[in-house]
C-alpha cells in the first residue's frame, strides 16, 4: 500500500532520464495463446504457463500446496457489482498437529470496506456434505468444522458456495482492495481466503485494524490486512459482455458464451492471492523485460491525456523489473499487469499493481510504480504478516525506491541522495530526542504505529537498511536482500529472517542493532507452509 500523510520524499532529488517512445497497443487480446495450454497440460500442471520457462519446475515444489478452483458470475444488479462464486479449495496440513478446521478470511468485510463490499459465503460442503461453520473477527474469520481431524501431511477439499457484494460509487469509502467506481470494478481477495496455521499459535485470526478515516467516516490512510499462504489459482470468471477483465497470473481462454456473457479463465502460478479489475474503459500498452511481458492497463477515453504518462508508466515499470531483477533476483513469473485504477493510490498485488488514475498524469506516478512493483520482491516472492509485521515489506519496499535510484543514478546525483538520507536519518534521530517523535521499534503491529505507521513502517523501515548500509557496507545489504529472496521466496518470512540474511552476508552479528532498531522479535514464529522452493533455476 502506498498512502502516506506524512511522508517524507527523496523523490525531489530524482531526475528522470528520457522517456523512450513505445507505441500504444489498442488491441485488448488475451494474454496468452490459449494454443500454448495444452501443451503445458502435456508436461505437467496448466500453472507452468503463468512462470518463465526458466522458473516453471517451481511449480513442481506445490504439488501440495493449497491450491483454488473457482467459477464465479459477476452481474450488475441495480448499479452494484454481485459475484456469485463456487470454490474447490485444497488445503494441506504442513502443520506437525491434527487439524479440528479450517479457517478462512473473509476479507472483503474488513473494516477499510465496510461501506463497500461484503463476502457471504453460504454453503461449505467436504465430499458432497455440508459441514458447520461460524463467523468471528467482525465477520473477517470463517471457521469450518471438520467430520474427523486433518492429519499432519494429509489434505482435504473443501467446496465453499459465496456472493460478494461491491457496492458502486462508494467513493472515498473504500481504500483500494476493492470498488466500483468510474465504471471499473476491481475486486482483491474476492473469495474465502485461507488463513494461516502457525504450529504455536494455531490458525491466524486476529483482527484487522480498522483504517484511519476523517470527520465524514471516509477512509483517509490504510494498511494491508492480507496474510496468505502462497497457492495455485484457477479462475473462470464470467461477465458481461461489455467488460474486459484483467487479472493476475496469465488468461489461458477467452469464451463467448450464447447468452451474452464471455468467461475469462485464467491461472495462476504460486501466488498469495488473486485478483481482477473489470470495466469497458481499458486498453494496453505492452513491452517485455528478461522475458516478463508487461501489460499497462490505461483509460481508452483519456488515452490522448493520458499518453505521455502511460509511456512514462511502461518506462518505469520496465526499468524496475531491471534494476530489480539484478539487485534482488528475477521476477520467475510470465507476466506483470499494471493497471490505472480509481480505488487506491497505490496497491500492491501479486503480478498486479493499481496505480491511481489521478496520480497516473502526476509525478506521484514515478514513486508509485518503483514502490508497488518492488512489492513483487516484499511481499509477493517473500510474504509476511501485514498485519503484525509491516515494517518488513513496507521497509523494504521504500529501500527498493532508493535502490532503483541509485541503480540509474550517476557518480554525482548519488552522493547527492547518500548525502540526503543521511541528513534525514539524522534529522528523525533528533525528532526522536527532543521528543517529537515517538521512540517507537519497527517490530510492531499496524495498530501500534498508531498515526505513525507510515513514517515508521515505511520511512524508518527503509532508514534501518540505509544506516545499515554505512555499518556494513552497500554491497553486503544488496547481497543479502538477493539471498533472502533467493532462500524465501514463496514463502512468509519473519523478522529473524533478513536478520540472517544481512549477518551471512556481512559476518557481523547484529543484535545490537536489531535491539536498538527493530526491537522483540523472539516470539515471531514460523509458519507452516508448503515446502519451500530453493533449486536454482535450470
Ligand atoms: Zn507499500
Redesign the pocket.
Same mark, same amino acid.
Given at each position: 500500500?502506498?498512502f502516506l500523510r506524512r511522508f517524507v520524499t527523496f523523490w525531489a532529488l530524482f531526475a528522470l532520464t528520457a522517456i523512450a517512445v513505445i507505441s500504444l497497443d489498442s488491441h485488448r487480446s488475451l494474454s496468452t495463446d490459449p494454443s500454448q495450454v495444452q501443451s503445458a497440460q502435456i508436461n505437467g500442471s496448466p500453472q507452468k504457463l503463468a512462470l518463465l520457462p526458466d522458473y516453471s519446475r517451481d511449480i513442481d515444489c506445490f504439488a501440495t500446496a493449497n491450491h483454488y478452483q473457482i467459477e464465479a458470475k459477476l452481474r450488475l444488479e441495480q448499479g452494484n457489482a454481485v459475484i456469485q462464486g463456487l470454490q474447490n479449495v485444497r488445503y494441506t496440513n504442513h502443520s506437525p498437529n491434527p487439524l479440528q478446521e479450517v479457517v478462512f478470511r473473509l476479507y472483503p468485510n474488513i473494516p477499510s470496506l465496510q461501506k463497500t463490499a461484503q463476502l457471504q459465503v453460504t454453503a461449505t460442503r467436504l465430499a458432497g456434505k455440508p459441514l458447520t461453520s461460524t463467523l468471528s473477527s467482525n465477520n473477517t474469520v470463517l471457521t469450518v468444522q471438520l467430520p474427523t481431524p486433518l492429519p499432519p501431511s494429509q489434505s482435504v477439499e473443501l467446496d465453499l458456495e459465496f456472493v460478494t457484494q461491491i457496492r458502486q460509487n462508494q467513493r472515498g469509502a473504500s481504500f483500494g482492495r476493492m470498488g466500483y467506481i468510474d465504471d471499473v470494478i476491481t475486486a482483491g481477495s474476492w473469495y474465502p481466503a485461507l488463513s494461516v496455521y502457525e504450529a504455536q499459535r494455531g490458525w491466524w485470526v486476529t483482527s484487522i485494524p480498522a483504517p484511519i478515516t476523517d470527520a465524514t467516516g471516509n477512509v483517509e490512510s490504510d494498511s494491508d490486512p492480507t496474510y496468505t499462504e502462497t497457492s495455485l489459482f484457477e479462475v473462470k470468471l464470467t461477465v458481461p459482455r461489455s467488460l474486459a477483465v484483467i487479472s493476475n497470473g496469465v488468461q489461458v481462454n477467452r469464451q463467448t458464451n450464447t447468452d451474452g456473457t464471455v468467461t475469462y479463465h485464467s491461472i495462476t502460478g504460486p501466488m498469495r492471492e488473486q485478483v481482477w479489475v473489470a470495466s469497458s474503459r481499458y486498453e494496453k500498452t505492452q513491452a517485455e523485460v528478461d522475458g516478463v511481458k508487461l501489460n499497462i492497463w490505461y483509460y481508452r477515453d483519456r488515452a490522448n491525456a493520458n499518453s505521455r504518462s502511460t509511456r512514462n508508466a511502461l518506462e518505469l515499470t520496465q526499468k524496475s523489473l531491471v534494476a530489480f531483477n539484478q539487485q534482488f533476483g528475477a521476477y520467475p513469473y510470465r507476466e506483470l499487469q499494471v493497471v490505472q485504477n480509481p480505488v487506491s493510490t497505490g496497491l500492491?498485488f501479486p503480478g498486479l499493481v493499481l496505480i491511481n488514475s489521478n496520480a497516473w498524469n502526476k509525478t506521484a506516478i514515478q514513486r508509485l510504480v518503483v %514502490?508497488?512493483v518492488a %512489492?513483487q520482491w516484499f511481499y509477493g516472492l517473500v510474504g509476511n504478516n501485514q498485519v503484525e509485521h509491516p515494517w518488513l515489506?513496507?521497509g523494504l519496499?521504500t529501500y527498493a525506491e532508493r535502490v532503483y535510484q541509485l541503480f540509474y543514478a550517476d557518480a554525482k546525483t548519488a552522493e547527492k541522495l547518500n548525502r540526503y538520507a543521511q541528513q534525514s536519518i539524522k534529522e528523525f534521530d533528533q525528532a526522536i530526542a527532543t521528543g517529537n517523535l515517538p521512540d517507537l521499534r519497527l517490530n510492531l503491529p499496524v495498530a501500534d504505529f498508531k498515526e505513525f505507521y507510515g513514517l515508521f513502517a515505511y520511512k524508518r523501515g527503509s532508514d534501518f537498511y540505509i544506516q545499515l548500509e554505512q555499518q556494513l557496507g552497500q554491497a553486503a545489504v544488496y547481497q543479502a536482500l538477493r539471498q533472502y529472496v533467493q532462500q524465501h521466496r514463496y514463502e512468509i518470512a519473519t523478522i529473524r529472517d533478513p536478520k540472517a540474511a544481512l549477518e551471512q552476508a556481512s559476518g557481523k552479528k547484529l543484535d545490537e542493532v536489531y535491539a536498538k532498531w527493530i526491537g522483540s522479535y523472539q516470539k515471531d514464529d514460523k509458519p507452516a507452509t508448503a515446502r519451500v522452493c530453493q533449486s536454482a533455476p535450470s
Amino acid at each position: 500500500m502506498k498512502f502516506l500523510r506524512r511522508f517524507v520524499t527523496f523523490w525531489a532529488l530524482f531526475a528522470l532520464t528520457a522517456i523512450a517512445v513505445i507505441s500504444l497497443d489498442s488491441h485488448r487480446s488475451l494474454s496468452t495463446d490459449p494454443s500454448q495450454v495444452q501443451s503445458a497440460q502435456i508436461n505437467g500442471s496448466p500453472q507452468k504457463l503463468a512462470l518463465l520457462p526458466d522458473y516453471s519446475r517451481d511449480i513442481d515444489c506445490f504439488a501440495t500446496a493449497n491450491h483454488y478452483q473457482i467459477e464465479a458470475k459477476l452481474r450488475l444488479e441495480q448499479g452494484n457489482a454481485v459475484i456469485q462464486g463456487l470454490q474447490n479449495v485444497r488445503y494441506t496440513n504442513h502443520s506437525p498437529n491434527p487439524l479440528q478446521e479450517v479457517v478462512f478470511r473473509l476479507y472483503p468485510n474488513i473494516p477499510s470496506l465496510q461501506k463497500t463490499a461484503q463476502l457471504q459465503v453460504t454453503a461449505t460442503r467436504l465430499a458432497g456434505k455440508p459441514l458447520t461453520s461460524t463467523l468471528s473477527s467482525n465477520n473477517t474469520v470463517l471457521t469450518v468444522q471438520l467430520p474427523t481431524p486433518l492429519p499432519p501431511s494429509q489434505s482435504v477439499e473443501l467446496d465453499l458456495e459465496f456472493v460478494t457484494q461491491i457496492r458502486q460509487n462508494q467513493r472515498g469509502a473504500s481504500f483500494g482492495r476493492m470498488g466500483y467506481i468510474d465504471d471499473v470494478i476491481t475486486a482483491g481477495s474476492w473469495y474465502p481466503a485461507l488463513s494461516v496455521y502457525e504450529a504455536q499459535r494455531g490458525w491466524w485470526v486476529t483482527s484487522i485494524p480498522a483504517p484511519i478515516t476523517d470527520a465524514t467516516g471516509n477512509v483517509e490512510s490504510d494498511s494491508d490486512p492480507t496474510y496468505t499462504e502462497t497457492s495455485l489459482f484457477e479462475v473462470k470468471l464470467t461477465v458481461p459482455r461489455s467488460l474486459a477483465v484483467i487479472s493476475n497470473g496469465v488468461q489461458v481462454n477467452r469464451q463467448t458464451n450464447t447468452d451474452g456473457t464471455v468467461t475469462y479463465h485464467s491461472i495462476t502460478g504460486p501466488m498469495r492471492e488473486q485478483v481482477w479489475v473489470a470495466s469497458s474503459r481499458y486498453e494496453k500498452t505492452q513491452a517485455e523485460v528478461d522475458g516478463v511481458k508487461l501489460n499497462i492497463w490505461y483509460y481508452r477515453d483519456r488515452a490522448n491525456a493520458n499518453s505521455r504518462s502511460t509511456r512514462n508508466a511502461l518506462e518505469l515499470t520496465q526499468k524496475s523489473l531491471v534494476a530489480f531483477n539484478q539487485q534482488f533476483g528475477a521476477y520467475p513469473y510470465r507476466e506483470l499487469q499494471v493497471v490505472q485504477n480509481p480505488v487506491s493510490t497505490g496497491l500492491e498485488f501479486p503480478g498486479l499493481v493499481l496505480i491511481n488514475s489521478n496520480a497516473w498524469n502526476k509525478t506521484a506516478i514515478q514513486r508509485l510504480v518503483v %514502490h508497488e512493483v518492488a %512489492h513483487q520482491w516484499f511481499y509477493g516472492l517473500v510474504g509476511n504478516n501485514q498485519v503484525e509485521h509491516p515494517w518488513l515489506d513496507e521497509g523494504l519496499a521504500t529501500y527498493a525506491e532508493r535502490v532503483y535510484q541509485l541503480f540509474y543514478a550517476d557518480a554525482k546525483t548519488a552522493e547527492k541522495l547518500n548525502r540526503y538520507a543521511q541528513q534525514s536519518i539524522k534529522e528523525f534521530d533528533q525528532a526522536i530526542a527532543t521528543g517529537n517523535l515517538p521512540d517507537l521499534r519497527l517490530n510492531l503491529p499496524v495498530a501500534d504505529f498508531k498515526e505513525f505507521y507510515g513514517l515508521f513502517a515505511y520511512k524508518r523501515g527503509s532508514d534501518f537498511y540505509i544506516q545499515l548500509e554505512q555499518q556494513l557496507g552497500q554491497a553486503a545489504v544488496y547481497q543479502a536482500l538477493r539471498q533472502y529472496v533467493q532462500q524465501h521466496r514463496y514463502e512468509i518470512a519473519t523478522i529473524r529472517d533478513p536478520k540472517a540474511a544481512l549477518e551471512q552476508a556481512s559476518g557481523k552479528k547484529l543484535d545490537e542493532v536489531y535491539a536498538k532498531w527493530i526491537g522483540s522479535y523472539q516470539k515471531d514464529d514460523k509458519p507452516a507452509t508448503a515446502r519451500v522452493c530453493q533449486s536454482a533455476p535450470s
